[in-house]
């Protein structure tokens, strides 16, 4: 079967627990084997790229990836580590975010071509939506007993919890027959016989293995993966504006890369290993390069590299890279306009800004009006004139004198100039 998949995992440090025997099961033929994705969004998140990864993985090792959108669990909502029920989703909004999340696997899942292993995505509300209640109770229900469910961490720790919220709804107690039927009707008639996902959910995947045992009377395995976090102990997957998330509409390529470049040397170890198809002996040579100079943060370069290019293009990580550099370059303005607006903005995030009329701006703007009078980016006037006489002010990077009018020409995007004052403090002059 060419590669191993479970020496795979193991190096890469992908590998949290796993059934006895499922190694052998797949070194015997092709397998097929799941992973779910929770489609309450249009886009998935970098928390989702560690099961991403053991598909794309999988695949490359020559068995049958599936990748299972979860319109019906969806709308129940899994109670693994989560404090609260989430919203429920109507049928048009579950359809536009399956559609959205493939393009997004289709970047590390080869679904076209007619090998047989090409990738398949399944919507598990297919088969559940004509499943009456009393059929499930009936032909699923009745195989797992109450005491079972009650043993899983999943559920034990939400009724243990219950002072501090409402507790534990029936339909979220539920969650794990469901998702347990999911594998037995996968495994019944897709020839699935392996489902993996993060190491929360172990408690729900054995529940399909017990499923498939009960009813199905064969014999199904669990593969799972740790859940990833930052040396630091803050959480892997957030940025200050939230989820870090594969969408470039939702997260700029340039938000993007910044993310993984900002690997402390410890992260970035890890994180190659996990998030690049990079071989082990590439990675090994990575290491041992920056560990000569980790000043030079090779590491941190070549996983944002690698991940962003994947997860977005070569282009946007080029664009990313300028962008990145952009305000230590010589030739600033010129650069500056050949980023789009977005990218723009997020280069100056947080930076004050001042809006000044598009007709007062055609009257004439002189320094001090731009600094202090019309913005308040300086105190007062005094301020003004006192860092203009120290050669402090630059206008889009380019040092300028008292005497210096602003004009369309200074516009970035037709609407934009950088002020500085000294190398670190930047104001943006919005002409609107």
């Not at 909502?77 to 989703?89: I, M, Q």
């Not at 919220?165 to 594998?183: A, C, I, K, P, R």
């Amino acid at each position: 079967m060419g590669k191993h998949f479970v020496e795979e995992l193991t190096w890469r440090g992908m590998l949290h627990d796993s059934m006895p025997g499922v190694e052998e099961h797949l070194n015997e033929a092709m397998r097929s084997a799941y992973v779910g994705f929770d489609p309450t969004a249009d886009s998935l998140h970098i928390g989702n790229l560690v099961p991403i990864m053991l598909l794309a993985h999988y695949q490359r090792c020559g068995h049958k990836p599936f990748a299972l959108i979860g319109g019906a669990t969806g709308m129940i909502g899994d109670p693994s580590g989560k404090s609260s029920e989430r919203n429920l989703l109507d049928e048009k909004t579950l359809r536009h975010n399956q559609e959205a999340i493939k393009q997004q696997l289709s970047h590390f899942l080869d679904f076209e071509s007619s090998v047989p292993n090409a990738a398949v995505l399944v919507n598990n509300y297919d088969w559940m939506k004509d499943f009456s209640f009393l059929e499930f109770i009936r032909d699923v229900g009745k195989h797992i007993t109450v005491n079972y469910m009650m043993a899983k961490d999943s559920v034990k720790n939400r009724i243990s919890s219950e002072s501090t919220n409402d507790g534990m709804s029936f339909t979220e107690f539920t969650y794990q027959l469901v998702q347990g039927y999911d594998f037995l009707h996968l495994y019944k008639n897709n020839h699935c016989s392996i489902q993996m996902g993060g190491s929360d959910q172990w408690g729900n995947i054995t529940t399909g293995t017990e499923l498939i045992r009960r009813v199905g009377g064969g014999k199904g395995y669990a593969i799972t993966c740790p859940l990833i976090t930052k040396s630091d102990g803050s959480k892997f997957g957030k940025s200050e504006g939230g989820n870090v998330w594969l969408d470039a509409n939702r997260t700029s390529p340039y938000k993007f890369y910044q993310y993984w470049l900002n690997s402390s040397d410890a992260d970035a170890e890890k994180y190659i290993k996990i998030f690049t198809l990079l071989t082990q002996s590439e990675i090994e040579t990575i290491i041992a390069e920056h560990n000569t100079d980790p000043g030079f943060r090779v590491l941190q370069k070549r996983l944002a590299e690698e991940i962003t290019t994947m997860v977005h293009s070569k282009d946007e990580f080029e664009n990313a890279v300028k962008a990145s550099k952009i305000l230590f370059s010589k030739s600033f303005k010129e650069e500056i306009t050949t980023l789009n607006e977005k990218t723009f903005l997020d280069i100056f995030e947080g930076v004050k800004q001042a809006e000044i009329s598009k007709s007062e701006f055609n009257e004439g703007l002189d320094m001090i009006g731009a600094l202090a009078a019309k913005t308040d980016f300086l105190n007062s006037n005094g301020d003004a004139r006192r860092a203009l006489k120290e050669n402090a002010v630059a206008v889009n990077k380019v040092k300028v004198k008292e005497d210096y009018m602003l004009s369309a020409q200074d516009l970035i995007n037709d609407k934009y100039i950088i002020l500085s004052r000294g190398k670190k403090t930047n104001f943006i002059l919005k002409v609107v």
